[in-house]
């Protein structure tokens, strides 16, 4: 009887089945490796698109942050010419004030009273003055309230004296002035 050997055949077949596991392994491999190295690309791409956006943005701020101090300078500049537009306001009513207050004393002042002294420490006026009688310095007094200028007027003196051989008062008085009302 004739005997075949089949083993060189088996191992061909096992050899071949080897060669083929070893070939699917190697193209596994290469289809891991390829998507691998195709997801680090995207995070690489990722990350690259974020850092220009990264540089855009501080740029941005940037270039805000110069515009806020341009900003706040010209916030500076319009409260500088705010004080100044205000001291020119002050200066003016301090011009004409004085003026105004002058012209209300002439205008309010009775017949027969008259003014000795004036002299004023910021908003306080004190007059010296002389009335024939105490009547003819509380109408005084009493038109000096009526005007919007003066305020808080005191009397402070009113005294009897003789002068040219005449009695009358000499009277000392304080008021507020408000050059603003007149």
């Known amino acids: 009887m004739i005997r075949i050997n089949l083993l060189p055949v088996k191992a061909a077949h096992r050899m071949s089945v080897g060669?083929?596991?070893?070939?699917?392994?190697?193209?596994?491999?290469?289809?891991?490796?390829?998507v691998v190295v195709g997801y680090n690309i995207k995070l690489a791409n990722d990350v690259n698109k974020l850092e220009d956006e990264v540089s855009r943005t501080e740029a941005e701020i940037k270039r805000l942050e110069e515009l806020i101090g341009e900003?706040?300078?010209f916030e500076a500049e319009r409260q500088r010419l705010r004080k100044q537009l205000d001291v020119i306001r002050d200066l003016e009513k301090g011009k004409t004030g004085p003026v105004k207050a002058l012209d209300t004393l002439a205008t309010?002042?009775?017949?027969?009273?008259w003014i000795e002294t004036m002299a004023q420490s910021?908003?306080?006026?004190?007059?010296?003055?002389?009335?024939?009688?105490?009547?003819?310095?509380?109408?005084?007094?009493?038109?000096?309230?009526?005007?919007p200028?003066?305020?808080?007027?005191?009397?402070q003196?009113?005294?009897?004296?003789v002068?040219?051989?005449?009695?009358i008062y000499k009277f000392k008085l304080t008021t507020n002035v408000n050059y603003s009302k007149g």
């Open 19 to 34: 060669i083929r596991q070893l070939q699917l392994m190697g193209v596994v491999v290469a289809c891991v490796l390829l």
């Open 71 to 73: 900003v706040n300078q």
């Open 108 to 113: 309010v002042i009775p017949k027969r009273v």
């Open 122 to 147: 910021g908003s306080t006026i004190n007059l010296t003055g002389y009335g024939v009688e105490n009547a003819d310095i509380s109408d005084f007094m009493n038109a000096l309230e009526k005007s």
């Open 149 to 155: 200028m003066f305020t808080d007027i005191k009397l």
């Open 157 to 161: 003196v009113s005294e009897k004296v």
């Open 163 to 167: 002068q040219f051989g005449q009695p």
